[in-house]
């Protein structure tokens, strides 16, 4: 191979840093970068199996392993014969660690985002929760706040680069702004992007806690047309006595209610929502619970994790339950949802709407659902479509 290569595994700050560290490490020469994630088991051996896959193509070129998993145990990935190198999260993102000068290059937020026309914006790192499940507060630190004034910054450099949509991330989104003077909160931070970034067309969340949701961005949710009406809930389970002792500050009850209230300010809101299959506790009628979940709150978009013991996390010293009733239980899950999304897009036919345009023909409308345009439409361009019928879990539109 010639040149540098990354690999890019787990959330979106991942996608980020990767393309921080593409910038950092252009003038390295050849090489494959790993950049890992721990929230599953399943994710890191992904991780791991990408190593040796790429050790086997490109034998004779340097392997960097970084990210949350080689964070956690950098002894364990450099002592896998096909790394060259360990870097953890905070060296990764450090000039020197490249052979820079201390000078972080500007990211072109144009490169890399090969799948999309969206900029991610990383305004949050780290997390202060010990929710006993996750092992993401060891790889990542306590939470901190990227400045009012950087983060605006940030999203003007992905407006003038072209990107009509920005999405603002971090491991604890709503959190913002707990570390900074006045302690601002993430609808300050919202309203202020909004206001100052006038050309900004679209503006959309990561995840939310939904103990964490302030007024001012529920303020803004209700007032300002271009945030987007798709939130996305770090809801984790459907049944109190889990939750509690997952250690998570919401209950069902919370879930419903933020639901609620966002169809109440903005009908045409989509909801989704992380959901956790076969955490130790979970008896039969927990689950119930939170299968009973999707439909209580009408969730539609659904990330689910089978529950795999992290090392170092309370959780992990619990027994667990069997595997295949965890993997029984996930599938139940997926199902229920693929089930609300049909449901969901089903009540979009005959509607009209604007796409954003991705570079794969296809097209996310506000509410996050994937359009699939009757003609060939330049990505990044925004377009109206009336929307035809449904194809698997993609729209089909006739552009108008």
Known sequence: MAGLQILTFGCRLNIVESEAMRGLAAGIGDAIIVNTCAVTAEAERQGRQAIRRARREHPDTPIIVTGCAAELRPESFAAMPE?????????KLDPASWGGDGTIPALDPTAGFVANTRGF????????HRCTFCVIPLARGPSRSVPVGDAVDGVRRLVTAGHREVVLTGVDLTAWGVDLPGRPTLGDL???????????????????????????????????????????????????????????????????RVAERARALRPEVALGADLIAGFP???????????????????????????????????????TLPGPLVRERAARLRAAGTASLARFL????????????????????PDFARVRPDRVVPAGDLRRVTILGREGEILMGDCV
């Open 346 to 365: 089903d009540a979009r036919v005959g509607t009209e709407t604007e796409i954003l345009m991705e570079r794969d023909g296809t097209g996310l409308t």
């Open 83 to 91: 790394v060259t190198r360990v870097l953890g999260n905070k060296a």
């Open 121 to 128: 914006l990383e305004v949050q790192h780290g997390c202060d």
């Open 281 to 319: 506790t979970e008896t039969d009628a927990a689950f119930e619970a939170g299968l009973d979940l999707i439909e209580a709150a009408g969730l539609t978009h659904l990330h689910v994790f089978p529950y795999s013991a992290r090392p170092g996390t309370p959780a992990a010293k619990l027994p």
């Open 190 to 256: 919202v309203a202020r992007i909004l206001r100052l970034v006038p050309e900004l067309k679209r503006l959309r969340l990561s995840s939310l806690d939904p103990a964490e949701i302030d007024e001012a961005l529920w303020r803004a949710f209700a007032e300002e047309e271009r945030l987007m009406p798709h939130l996305h809930l770090s809801a984790q389970a459907g049944d109190d006595k889990v939750l509690k002792q997952m250690k998570r500050r919401h209950s069902r009850a919370d879930v419903i």
